[in-house]
């Protein structure tokens, strides 16, 4: 007996506690950066589709960043091997040097940037890299000129991290690349960082090289500095070349940041391996910021990266085959739909339409179109374009011919 109302009180002890801590998260006041930074729409909308996917409803996703093929067997052996052998540890702040090296190695062969290892830096991803970046190089009153249409995290990483983003509207008449004239307007004395992004998230724009010549001009006139996003380097149709804006000169390669990683080239999302290349001040600054939040890389996902870069494989063209395929049916099915007009995407796997003149937002168009024609899409709104939706081909064929299908029956009802 005595034992039993132990027990009960002990349970209402703690039964108590809960209810105080809660009460005490309730009021906690929370920092007021929190409230300045938006929630990823991509993600809540791709959540979404998918929960509707799993009531057994027959949803056309058209959000996801992220190709549809399995990681290539030879990476996923390659972290097999390195479980079993022990890699289990924790690792060297700024990556396996290894790893560094590969990619260092990388650079001199794809993209003719001589970079040595101590100028890399691996991260938990290529979102990662680029959030450490803005809290190394940026401060409260440094502004960064973003163009829009942009990758959505872009704006919210400059505030996180206290700076200012300025945002420069492009047009589909230009393909939705900055000009000079654009750049350089857009430049203050506060101007720390321009952000450039090629090929380009949402739009799938590829800057030429007289393009980033001209960009360049601007940077180093006004003594600014570039952080180059990469990422989808790969992911090229019809020709398109890829140019890093670093190779056209030591006076740019100098204020050059190049941030990359393995997520779209490799099929690797899921293993969040991401990098970037600076001068070794920077990087330092980025290590010293890492060492206290994530204090490393898993260890074994970074063999993964190991043996993607190692391999004599282009892993990229046996998804490239499909992406292009996916992409002309795309295209085709968009042709009879006279009221929605895009660009034509020269690299990654993404369409941007210009939907104003059904006469409904960027949202609103989204929301409908699920709820009515059950296609998911991500409102432009979210990239700065609220004009334009982004939709993204990483879906089979037959899933792609179906969401046009029913995108044309979708405007043709307005």
Not at 35 to 52: D, E, N
Not at 71 to 76: F, V
């Amino acid at each position: 007996m005595i034992l039993l109302q132990r027990q009960q009180n002990i349970v209402r002890f703690i039964e108590q506690y809960l209810e105080d801590l809660l009460e005490i998260k309730k009021s906690m006041k929370l920092a007021t950066r929190v409230s300045q930074v938006t929630p990823s729409i991509t993600l809540i909308i791709s959540a979404k589709a998918k929960a509707m996917q799993a009531s057994g409803l027959d949803v056309v996703n058209f959000t996801a960043g992220e190709p549809d093929f399995d990681t290539p067997d030879e990476i996923k052996e390659a972290a097999k091997k390195a479980l079993d052998q022990g890699k289990t540890k924790y690792g060297p702040t700024a990556g396996e040097p290894r790893l560094r090296e590969a990619i260092a190695e990388k650079f001199k062969r794809d993209n003719q940037l001589d970079y040595k290892s101590e100028n890399i830096i691996v991260t938990n991803g290529g979102k990662h890299s680029l959030f450490n970046l803005m809290l190394a190089a940026i401060e409260a009153g440094d502004e960064v000129i973003i163009p829009s249409p942009y990758w959505l995290s872009y704006p919210e990483m400059v505030i996180i991290a206290g700076g200012k983003p300025v945002i420069v509207p492009t047009t589909a008449e230009n393909n939705y690349k900055i000009t000079p004239a654009q750049l350089t307007s857009a430049i203050t004395p506060a101007t720390k960082l321009f952000i450039l992004n090629s090929p380009s998230n949402p739009t799938g724009s590829v800057y030429s090289k007289a393009e980033l010549e001209e960009l360049a001009k601007v940077i180093i006139e006004h003594d600014i500095y570039v952080v180059s996003d990469e990422i989808y380097e790969k992911i090229l149709y019809e020709g398109t070349e890829h140019i890093s804006i670093a190779t056209l000169g030591e006076e740019i390669f100098s204020r050059s940041i190049i941030s990359n990683g393995f997520a779209k080239s490799y099929a690797m999302t899921g293993w969040r391996v991401g990098y970037i290349a600076a001068s070794l001040e920077i990087i330092k600054a980025m290590t010293t910021i890492q060492s206290h939040s994530t204090s490393n890389i898993c260890t074994f996902a970074q063999y993964g990266a190991i043996a993607a870069l190692e391999s004599p494989k282009d892993f990229a063209a046996s998804m490239m085959s499909a992406f292009t395929e996916r992409r002309k049916a795309m295209l085709e099915g968009l042709k009879s739909i006279p009221s929605i007009t895009a660009t034509r995407p020269g690299g990654a796997f993404y369409i941007f339409l210009d939907v104003q003149a059904t006469g409904l937002n960027s949202l609103s168009f989204c929301k409908e179109l699920l709820e009515r024609q059950q296609v998911a899409a991500i409102p432009g709104g979210a990239f700065g374009a609220d004009n334009c939706v982004r939709l993204s081909y990483t879906t089979d064929l037959a899933s792609v011919e179906k969401g046009m299908e029913r995108l044309a029956k979708f405007v043709n009802s307005l």
